[in-house]
């Protein structure tokens, strides 16, 4: 049985930084690019950013781009979303998810991935 299971969310000061990781199990996450998602009360999921399966490659959305890092580590089976600078705007449940192969710009869907962990909550207090 395939898991993931992310944890490290919580409460935080606007400007800080959180650490976010995703414990995968039952799969060998070695051949599976890594996305983030996050999704906000009443909006859509939306993208933050992917790393390949290797951890060679990484893509962010815009509004990720020079506040989060995200890495892995395939031996141990788990990747980390790294935030720093958080503002209230980054407020949502984050989901880690793995998607399997296809064209790089797919991943920015979450239709793209097979599989979703239950996600964590982050909320950033102004």
């Known amino acids: 049985q395939v898991q993931l299971i992310e944890s490290g969310g919580g409460l935080v000061q606007a400007g800080g930084s959180v650490r976010l990781s995703c414990a995968t199990s039952?799969?060998?996450?070695?051949?599976?690019?890594m996305g983030w998602f996050r999704q906000a009360p009443g909006m859509e999921r939306e993208f933050v950013g992917w790393?390949?399966?290797?951890?060679?490659?990484?893509y962010y959305a815009d509004s990720a781009e020079g506040r989060f890092t995200m890495s892995r580590d395939n031996a141990q089976g788990t990747g980390l979303l790294q935030m720093s600078n958080l503002e209230p705007e980054d407020t949502a449940v984050y989901y880690c998810?793995?998607?399997?192969?296809?064209?790089?710009?797919?991943?920015?869907?979450?239709?793209?991935?097979?599989?979703w962990g239950q996600g964590t909550q982050v909320t950033v207090s102004s």
């Open positions: 998810a793995l998607n399997s192969g296809g064209p790089a710009w797919r991943r920015t869907r979450p239709s793209a991935y097979e599989y």
């Open positions: 790393i390949s399966s290797s951890g060679a490659d990484t």
């Open positions: 039952g799969i060998s996450v070695s051949q599976y690019t």
